[in-house]
Nanobody, 110 residues
Framework: VQLQASGGGSVQPGGSLTLSCRVSGINFRVLYMRWYRQAPGKQRELVASITPTFTTNYTDSVKGRFTISRDNLKKVAYLQMNSLKLEDTAVYLC?????WGRGTLVTVSS
């Protein structure tokens, strides 16, 4: 099983990024997919999750700004991030069943 996250980068406050997590080696349709983030000096935080039936949940700080989605044909989970804030700066990681992908860095700075 492999998870490959991509899409990070540097943006100004108010900007947008879309992260992708491509999964291989397992039946993607049955997976619960989660995005976490870890900022320097802080604990890892669950940002968003999506179930196999497309039910989504978000941490309060990103509600209304971030959208998690999935494409079962492509075996990809996405995290659309809008209205980015300085405090969104972190390494973002995707996870399923305690399997982790390598993180992708999101830097929000002016």
């Amino acid at each position: 099983v492999q998870l490959q996250a991509s899409g990070g980068g540097s943006v100004q406050p108010g900007g947008s990024l879309t992260l992708s997590c491509r999964v291989s080696g397992i039946n993607f349709r049955v997976l619960y997919m989660r995005w976490y983030r870890q900022a320097p000096g802080k604990q890892r935080e669950l940002v968003a999750s999506i179930t196999p039936t497309f039910t989504t949940n978000y941490t309060d700080s990103v509600k209304g700004r971030f959208t998690i989605s999935r494409d079962n044909l492509k075996k990809v989970a996405y995290l659309q991030m809008n209205s980015l804030k300085l405090e969104d700066t972190a390494v973002y990681l995707c996870e399923t069943g305690q399997r982790w992908g390598r993180g992708t860095l999101v830097t929000v700075s002016s």
